[in-house]
Nanobody, 124 residues
Framework: QLQASGGGMVQAGGSLRLSCAASGRTFSGYAVAWFRQAPGEERNFVAAMHRTGTGTRYADSVKGRFTISRNTAKNMMYLQMNNLSPEDTAVYYC???????????????????WGQGTLVTVSS
């Protein structure tokens, strides 16, 4: 029900915008988030937005470089990624849930709905 896209290969310092489309549901009233998983590592939090559309959270490693947004009219969410580095290489997953409270936005266990992931590779 969530379809992530927009991944690819980019050189360090470049930018990518990831998209996540919702089918069969709307993002209105849903907290939305992005997580990423590098090879051999756990899936880690990247960014999230509260269901009200206000209140965003970012991992320290991406603050100032990544921006999460959503367009409820189009049932889309996005992750704008700027100034990418090789450390950002990972599979990126979108997630959504209507029951996530503000203090739990960074917890992957709080999200019931997940996209299939899109690979981002940043070369040095």
């Amino acid at each position: 029900q969530l379809q992530a896209s927009g991944g690819g290969m980019v050189q360090a310092g470049g930018s990518l915008r990831l998209s996540c489309a919702a089918s069969g549901r709307t993002f209105s009233g849903y907290a939305v988030a992005w997580f990423r998983q590098a090879p051999g590592e756990e899936r880690n939090f990247v960014a999230a937005m509260h269901r009200t559309g206000t209140g965003t959270r970012y991992a320290d490693s991406v603050k100032g470089r990544f921006t999460i947004s959503r367009n409820t009219a189009k049932n889309m969410m996005y992750l704008q990624m700027n100034n990418l580095s090789p450390e950002d290489t990972a599979v990126y997953y979108c997630a959504a849930d209507s029951s996530v409270i503000l203090s739990n936005l960074q917890s992957k266990s709080a999200y019931r709905y997940w996209g299939q992931g899109t690979l981002v590779t940043v070369s040095s």
